[in-house]
């Protein structure tokens, strides 16, 4: 046999040996047109957007410097939980929460699907770093994909090109990360706008390190960088080192005072992230600046506190609900340019728009590439899907905080957990020690959201937000975090607080303000951290009432804050048994110590 030439294939910028044989053992495999090694640099970025241009997958906004909107296949907007695989060599490894492959059996799947799947397509290579470039360890991947919108969207949500691939040297070790929209070309066949395929799979290999992804060419399953490494990978690592990978959001609150605190804060996906990151505060003289909106690499300094790093370098933001109001730092930041935004709706004059946001147009091209007005608004017709999303640079951010690429992180000094409920978890509750936090986390539970395929609204146990994301066992996840906690020194630990904006009362509005207002609850957090602010001991841990909070200004009814705040013992012992049959599906490897805290919740119920 001859060996295979494609062009490019032997234009590579390194020496790294294992790098070089996988990337020619991938092209062998995909067969693609071509191999380009991705460099990062702008005249890069900007070939690329315009070969999407061309190709129709994107539209050159008129509005906004350097941006672009982009329609997906509207069978390919969202994660896709069902079609996630943690395949570790032992099945209980993977655990109850995670769907399962043995790793031999998903790679000849995989190497099946990928079998000439590049076929008329350009394949690239993006070397990639996660956190700052300067870590003592650099975080190192390479993400192969056919995809241009993938390879573009890298390079907002993360360190790439030329200046990641002067880290890798001749031997640093780096996670493989394959990707493929699935979707080869005949000779002579048109493309269409968003190439992906009815199959998908999205695989990961916690043993051998390794991300095999195929079908999909949405942000979660694509770029792989993000969940994938981030999280699922990188929360193996993390058990094995002692460090913790969590979906959280990492923001500096400075009191009137000039007292700085960090804080760290997981919701599930479209519960509030990246909205508590940029808060605007509304009480007069705090101020929040932004370090991360999704993901925090959290490890013990020698001082023995918690710091954490965000290891990304954009936002890739939930659209529909953001205008000047709710976020006006993300407006700002998109407004900068240098942006795409996906499954939006175009205006006629070249700009987006999606429900929610100020200035509604009289006529826009919805996501579905339809006529759309307000009248069809109106009649339920969404101009935006759900999950929609912005894709832009943090350095773009008006509110980053000036040490969000320090590869020390930051020291934080509250971990909230939160979700979506309607009813039952009051609007702040701070645990009694990190114990009794862990349980609040393991036992989160949010109403489903639009960011993962499936039926929204359904109320689902998301521990520590993570439900998506954890792989391993939920049950060796949960032990990790209380042996944290034992091996630390308890007062240098984060203080834990579970929030929830989203309580509703009778009529369904929320009864709680959010957004900016939440600045208060920060406030409380922080206050209650310094000895100042005061709360009541209730059966599930110390509640402010109303008094207890900064609502000077509020413009909310005192009926409503009280409603937020109550804790009704009722409700609570009818999450009980939600909890216990979550805990059932945990089985032998739930710690013995929430199993504790969930019987001295029971009594304190009575
Ligand atoms: P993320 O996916 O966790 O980053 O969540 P986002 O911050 O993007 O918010 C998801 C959705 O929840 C958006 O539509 C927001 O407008 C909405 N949201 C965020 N914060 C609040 C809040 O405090 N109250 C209410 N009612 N909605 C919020
Ligand atoms: P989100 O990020 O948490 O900001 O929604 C994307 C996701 O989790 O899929
Ligand atoms: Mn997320
Ligand atoms: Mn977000």
Known sequence: MTALTIPGLDQAPTTHARLLSWVREVAELTAPDEVVWVDGSPEEAERLNQKLVDA??????????????????PNDVARVEERTYICSVDEADAGPTNNWMNPVEMKSIMTELYRGCMRGRTMYVIPFCMGPLTAEKPMLGVEITDSEYVVVSMGVM????????????????????????????????????????????????????????????????????????????????????????????????TSPEQKVHYIAAAFPSACGKTNLAMLEPTIPGWKVETLGDDIAWMRFGADGRLYAVNPEAGFFGVAPGTNWKTNPNAMRTIERGNS???????????????????????????????????????????????????CTPMSQ???????????????????????????????????????????????????????????????????????????????????????LGKNADSVKLPKIFYVNWFRRGDDKRFLWPGFGENGRILKWAIERIEGKAAAVETPIGHVPTAADLDLSGLDASLADIEAALAVDAAEWRAELPLIEEWFTQIGDKLPSSLRDELEALKQRLG
Request: negative net charge.
């Open 340 to 390: 795409v935004f996906t499954n939006v709706a175009l205006t006629d004059d070249g700009d987006i728009w999606w429900e929610g946001m100020e200035n509604e147009p009289a006529h826009a091209t919805s996501w579905k590439k339809q006529d759309w007005t307000p009248a069809d608004g109106e009649a339920g017709v969404l101009s935006s899907h759900a999950n929609s999303r912005y």
């Open 397 to 483: 951010c008006p509110v980053l905080a000036p040490e969000w690429d320090d590869p020390n992180g930051v020291p934080i000094s509250a971990i909230f957990f939160g979700g979506r409920r309607a009813g039952t978890i009051p609007l702040v509750n701070e645990a009694r020690d990190w114990q009794h936090g862990v349980f609040m986390g393991a036992t989160l539970s949010s109403e489903k959201t639009a960011a993962a395929a499936g039926k929204v609204g359904e109320v689902r146990r998301d521990p520590m937000a993570m439900l998506p994301f954890i792989g391993y066992h939920a049950g060796d996840y949960f032990a990790h975090w209380i042996s």
């Open 56 to 73: 129709g997958t994107f539209v050159r906004l008129q509005n906004k410097p350097n941006s672009f909107w982009c329609a997906s296949d």
């Open 158 to 253: 993360t360190r790439m090109g030329s200046k990641a691939l002067a880290v890798f040297g001749d031997d640093a070790d780096f996670v493989p990360c394959l990707h493929s929209v699935g979707a080869p070309l005949e000779p002579g066949q048109a493309d269409v706008p968003w190439p992906c395929n009815d199959t998908k799979y999205i695989t990961h290999f916690p043993e051998t390190r390794e991300i095999q992804s195929f079908g999909s060419g949405y942000g979660g399953n694509a770029l792989l960088g993000k969940k994938c490494y981030s999280l699922r990978i990188a929360s193996t690592i993390a058990r094995e080192e002692g460090w913790l990978a969590e979906h959280m959001l990492i923001l500096k609150l």
